[in-house]
């Protein structure tokens, strides 16, 4: 069946290099099996180096040192109310296992080398319960593949897995292509785990199992294309809350260069000594430091729109109701963006608190003159609006005119914009964050049919494995990434039969 292939062996394959394929491949690992994983982007990381970092956890060192007293209980319990409407469809089960695991994955992230502050408070949350990664969220990927290194994991990039392979109706191995097309088989002893992130840039899935509003819709991991979830598939697996995407939602295009806190070694010693300065330094000392993140990675508030600020694409053109669902609309827009345009009125609120243009919860707040001392890409004011037109690139005729409608009636009860000097902030584009819809599980994480019955020999984690589980709210799907991947790399590793545990070895 492999043909010529080249075939590798070992008892445990990991496809994903991201947050849950590491933890299971280290898990899989420390229990004493050979692992190798495979990753289809040039480093290890996924999605979880592209998060802000927090993890939502309970009864970990920092509650503790904040005196406050938690339970898992709680934390299931406002997981409910954190779901809101969508509460009937979670998957029980799995929240279980998820608020039951948070301390021991936290203090685990931290023994390797991981370093978090807070808790910070996240309503309906009853307690601070949001840890966020210093100094950003690839310090994660950095500590969880130096640990898997150390624990002989064979780490393979550049190597993309294109199907599943069973034999006798269970799952043995996986094609893999690299990044010169060659192919190879890469044969587990045990099992496979699955941990190859969401389809939040997969338009045939999305297509399949999401609205059409987000089939095109781009996703800010691009390389989350739902490879795992398309070769489960093709096994009789199925898609739980395919529907449930974060998205589209605007942001501003990314900067040319990495902001500061990403430049950061996610070095223990770096991080350390930034936590104690989130303790021990006045906020004015922090504020340039946090703004450099807050002002690339997040979008705008919708405060912006709701106190008279208009959506305008790349041709001046006014294109949708701010206050309905622009998000959608801006990614109907040539080039997928638009800019958000004010007058000095909202501007000068939009100064200081109460209206800030973006906010990381419970981080800080940013306004609109730390967009203009920090991202001057997309900063755009002038006196005039051919002046701003000139600014943004876009037709100053078509902007004059379409301000002068507006201003003249077409606004109906919203403010006029008639107040000089002028301002764009843009451009915004809308993105899918991620997708909610992962493969149907079992508790052990082994891979479902439809009707229940286990895919011997398959596994899956992270996103791949949320199994219709709700991870709303901030800093839980961190924390299922970690925790389902380790759950999942100890039973492979409890697949592989006694006999046949051995090193990896190539044919
Ligand atoms: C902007 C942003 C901010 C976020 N912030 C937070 C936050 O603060 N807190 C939080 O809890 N969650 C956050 N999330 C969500 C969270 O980051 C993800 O849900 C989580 O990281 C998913 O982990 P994972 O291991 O399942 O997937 P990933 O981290 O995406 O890992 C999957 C890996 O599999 C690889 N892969 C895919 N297909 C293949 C293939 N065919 N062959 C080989 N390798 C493959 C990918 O390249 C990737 O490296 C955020 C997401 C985004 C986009």
């Known amino acids: 069946m492999s043909g010529q292939l080249q075939i590798t062996e070992a008892d445990v394959v990991v496809v994903g290099g991201g947050g849950s394929g590491l933890a299971a491949a280290s898990e899989a690992a420390r229990l004493g099996r050979s692992v190798i994983l495979l990753e289809k982007n040039p480093r290890t990381g996924g999605t979880t180096s592209w998060s802000v970092g927090s993890v939502t956890a309970t009864n970990t060192p920092h509650q503790k040192r904040a005196g406050i007293q938690d339970s898992p209980q709680a934390h299931f319990e406002d997981l ?69 290194r ?22 043995t191995s996986v094609e893999a292509k690299d990044a010169h097309g060659a192919r190879e088989i890469f044969r587990a002893r045990g099992a496979v785990v699955l941990a190859a992130g969401d389809y939040s840039g997969g338009s045939d899935i999305k297509a399949q199992v999401a609205s059409p509003d987000v089939v095109d819709v781009e996703a800010v991991n691009a390389t989350s294309t739902g490879d795992g979830h398309r070769m489960a598939q093709a096994l009789g697996a199925t898609i739980v809350n395919g529907d449930i995407v974060r998205g589209p ?11 500061l806190i990403q430049k950061l070694p996610p070095l223990k010693t770096v991080a350390r000594l930034i936590a104690w300065a989130m303790n021990a330094m006045p906020q004015w000392l922090l504020r340039p430091f946090l703004m450099s993140f807050l002002t690339t990675a997040l979008g705008p508030s919708a405060d912006l729109f709701r106190e008279g600020a208009i959506l305008v694409n790349d041709r001046g053109e006014r294109f949708t109701d701010e206050l309905g669902k622009p998000a959608y609309d801006v990614a109907k827009q040539p080039d997928r963006l638009a800019y958000i345009v004010f007058d000095d009125a909202i501007a000068e609120k939009f100064e200081a608190w109460p209206y800030f243009v973006s906010t990381a919860p419970g981080v800080a707040y940013a306004y ?34 379409m301000l002068n409608r507006y201003n003249g009636g077409e606004r109906f009860d919203r403010p006029a914009l008639s107040r000089k000097p002028y301002y764009a902030l843009g451009p915004v584009k809308s993105y899918v964050v991620f997708t909610d819809g992962g493969l149907k599980v079992s508790e052990r994480l082994e891979v ?26 901030h800093g839980h799907h961190l924390g299922w990434a970690f925790i389902s991947g380790r759950i999942a790399g100890r039973h492979a590793a409890f697949e592989v039969p006694l006999k046949k545990r051995s090193d990896a070895a190539t044919h």
Not at 374 to 386: K, L, S, V, W
Request: charged share 25%.
């Open 150 to 171: 150390d624990l002989g994991v064979d780490i393979r990039v550049d190597t993309s897995i294109e199907r599943l392979i069973e034999e006798n109706g269970r799952v």
């Open 448 to 473: 479902l049919r439809a009707d229940g019955s286990v895919i011997p020999g398959l596994y899956a984690a992270g996103s791949t494995g949320q199994g219709g589980l709700l991870l709303e709210g």
């Open 80 to 148: 409910a109310a954190h779901a809101g409407a969508l509460a009937p469809r979670d998957n029980l089960a799995l929240r279980r296992i998820l608020v039951d695991n948070t301390t021991d994955m936290l203090e685990w992230l931290m023994r390797l080398g991981v370093v978090f502050v807070g808790p910070m408070p996240e309503p309906p949350h009853r307690y601070p319960r949001m840890h966020n990664v210093v100094p950003n969220s690839k310090s994660f990927a950095y500590h969880l593949t130096r640990h898997c």
């Open 368 to 401: 609109l003159k730390d967009y203009r001392r920090n991202r001057r890409d997309i900063y755009h004011q002038a006196d005039t609006i051919p002046g701003l037109a000139a600014s943004m690139r876009v037709p100053a005729d078509r902007l004059v005119t």
């Open 249 to 259: 939602i605007m942001r501003f295009i990314p900067p040319a260069q990495s902001n």
